[in-house]
């Protein structure tokens, strides 16, 4: 193996801002050494990344090259993107020349067609690789041998007694995916739920499992958009959002919450899953453009700002950061297996970028470039809940 001082290539220099750890980048036949120490992976270069891409946005432009097979990762993925991210500070990002991925419609008719474009991919393409519950968001670990299937039914369970439930109440489920919290309410609690969803894929799916269960006469699913429900005139007992916030948008906040204040009933009590963000910057161009379109983290900060500017007051606040990196490193796991079936259904390229979302979500968690909260508020006050986190 030749080790040679950095040069030529531009991306060869370029990585060298990334020497927090060490690593190997190999570019027609030569090896260069990045760091101090042992090399903990090698990133193979196949063809050059030119500079103004590397400089309009890094992340993107590494992401789209890895697509493409123009650079390989010899050794764990998992460790190379971790160490990656861990010094994202180092990344160039260009926002005002990435407009059409960060400057959004985040009007009603675009923010559908957004959400349509990553889950309606298909309930087969899903199927592959979440478990059986369909689940899609952050599981819960109870022991560290659970598995997904089990962690799954531990975080619907898990927000099911946060939510104080009583038998006769009705629940509204803000996204609510392929509709197993609400059959799990209706079952174990007795409670009537109601979800609203923008996915035709996982609505058609909610609809046969309440079909198949029997549970007409409790659950109801139906394809709108959260926005629309107020003028129904509807109120509901409980409220839980899992995982949607995320599709929100920014300018829409103050709407969400002054909605969710309006459709629960005083006393009544509203849990909140989302992922958070540090800041409110928008600096994952990879994700934006290829995973989530309009997708946009809120802070604690915004959430808590935006609770108490309606009526809400917050009762606890959970962080499940270290169980969404075990989740996406199951699926990411699920996904492995599952290759030769989906590059056959799209191509290798559409295999790679999801490789790269499941595994590099799971670093982002791992080293808290980005978080996971629940939040439990009540609307007003209210001395009718036990006194103690773990009712």
Same mark, same amino acid.
């Not at 750890?21 to 030119?50: A, L, S």
């Not at 050794?75 to 994202?88: K, M, V």
């Not at 002054?258 to 009544?268: A, C, F, H, K």
């Not at 992922?275 to 600096?283: N, P, Q, V």
């Given at each position: ?10 991306? +060869?220099? $370029? ?38 891409? #590397? ?112 038998? &006769? ?5 803000? &996204? ?14 007795? %409670? ?17 499992? +309440? ?9 109801? +699913? ?17 409220? %839980?959002? %899992? ?20 459709? #629960? ?5 509203? #849990? ?69 079936? %989906? ?16 595994? &590099?979500?799971?670093?982002?968690? $791992? ?23 773990? $009712?």
């Amino acid at each position: 193996m030749i080790f040679k001082e950095l040069k030529d290539s531009f991306l +060869i220099h $370029y990585l060298h801002r990334f020497d927090k750890y060490c690593f190997n980048v190999r570019i027609h036949g030569d090896t260069y050494k990045i760091g101090d120490g042992e090399p903990q992976f090698t990133i193979v270069i196949r063809k050059d990344i030119p500079k103004t891409e #590397l400089l309009r946005a890094t992340g993107l432009a590494l992401g789209e090259a890895y697509m493409r097979r123009d650079i390989e990762i010899e050794g764990n993925l998992f460790t190379a993107l971790s160490d990656l991210l861990d010094q994202s500070e180092s990344f160039s990002l260009e926002r005002h020349s990435l407009k059409n991925i960060f400057f959004v419609s985040e009007k009603k008719k675009a923010q559908a067609q957004q959400v349509s474009s990553h889950y309606d991919l298909g309930n087969d393409f899903y199927k592959l690789w979440l478990d059986p519950t369909m689940t899609y968001s952050c599981a819960y670990f109870q022991h560290e041998d659970d598995s997904l299937e089990q962690a799954q039914k531990n975080k619907v369970h898990h927000i099911l007694k946060k939510l104080y439930l009583k038998p &006769g109440m009705t629940l509204l489920d803000i &996204g609510c995916g392929w509709g197993y919290l609400l059959i799990e309410a209706a079952r174990e609690y007795g %409670v009537r739920g109601y979800g609203c969803t923008l996915s035709k894929e996982q609505w058609k799916k909610g609809q046969e499992r +309440i079909h198949e269960l029997h549970l007409e006469d409790q659950i109801q +699913i139906d394809l709108i958009d959260y926005r629309d429900l107020v003028d129904r005139g509807a109120h509901f007992d409980r409220v %839980v959002s %899992v995982g949607m916030m995320e599709h929100v948008g920014r300018s829409n906040y103050p709407t969400y919450f002054e909605d969710v204040n309006s459709l #629960l009933e005083p006393g009544g009590l509203f #849990l909140l899953h989302t992922i958070t963000g540090h800041d409110e910057e928008m600096s994952d161009a990879f994700l934006r453009k290829y995973i989530f379109p309009g997708g946009t983290l809120p802070s604690l900060r915004e959430i808590a700002s935006h609770a108490y500017d309606n009526d809400f007051r917050v009762q606890d606040v959970e962080s499940l950061r270290r169980h969404y990196y075990k989740t996406l490193m199951c699926w990411y796991k699920n996904f492995q297996q599952v290759h030769d079936t %989906v590059r056959q259904w799209k191509d290798d390229a559409f295999v790679r970028m999801w490789d790269l979302y499941l595994c &590099g979500c799971a670093a982002a968690f $791992y080293i808290g470039f980005i978080d996971v909260h629940q939040f439990l508020m009540t609307k007003g006050n209210t001395n009718d809940l036990p006194l103690t986190r773990w $009712y």
